[in-house]
């Protein structure tokens, strides 16, 4: 079974600055996909970044990446240059072995002008 | 840019009542799923459709659950004998093929089950 835990259910941060969203992961799949979700207020969501577990290389989307600790089976995300576009709830998800996604709970993000 | 589209955005239903809510995929995409969120807690998969047959589906979605492709463009979720317990957000979701590609999801319905 794959379970998603996000420990951190609110964040803040100022525009222009950076912040990391935490994601712990745990699977009994040799090869899996990570990924990271954005829900905007009243919008769908949307896919941030996706990473391969085979990829040793953590992937980047623009001003998101993404700290991958396979050992540890940790997948944070990175927000640099925070706009305050980036308000929403992110979800770091899981998928392996099948079509499914798994998901965490979220962690909201507000960005402060 | 094409979107998944889901209608109603709010149905509120007394519960043992029939509920059937719509989604429109993508019109190239050929994988169809179906998850939902209580509120306040993870979002969970329903269930996966492709070929108009269900390709997988969770232990939540049982025999009050039933899913339907009628036409080339709409995929429906219809649940029986609604519960209390069904109240959530549910979201459509499409993908071009299986496996790794994305899924791109709807704006979700919310059914509240009175």
């Known amino acids: 079974a794959q379970t998603v835990t996000q420990s951190q259910p609110e964040m803040s941060v100022q525009e222009a600055e950076t912040v990391t969203l935490s994601c712990t992961y745990d699977?009994?799949?040799?090869?899996?996909?990570l990924f990271w979700y954005k829900q905007p207020p009243s919008r769908q969501m949307i896919l941030v970044i996706r990473q391969e577990a085979y990829k040793q290389q953590n992937a980047t989307e623009n001003r998101f990446s993404v700290n991958f600790q396979k050992a540890a089976k940790s997948f944070s995300l990175k927000i640099s240059d925070s706009q305050l576009g980036d308000t929403a709830m992110y979800f770091c998800a899981s998928q392996g072995g099948s079509e499914k996604l798994v998901f965490g709970k979220g962690t909201k993000l507000t960005v402060n002008p | 840019e094409p979107e998944v589209t889901q209608t109603p955005s709010h149905q509120v239903t007394q519960m043992g009542q029939e509920v059937i809510l719509r989604c429109v995929p993508i019109s190239n995409h050929l994988y169809f799923y179906w998850y939902r969120q209580i509120l306040g807690q993870k979002v969970e998969f329903l269930v996966s459709f492709y070929n108009n047959e269900i390709s997988e589906k969770s232990e939540i979605f049982d025999d009050q659950f039933s899913v339907e492709r009628p036409d080339g463009s709409n995929f429906t979720l219809k649940i029986r004998s609604t519960k209390l317990e069904d109240s959530a957000m549910y979201f459509c979701a499409s993908s071009e093929q299986g496996g790794r590609y994305e899924q791109y999801f709807g704006p979700g319905t919310r059914l509240t089950v009175t």
């Open positions: 699977t009994s799949e040799n090869n899996y996909y």
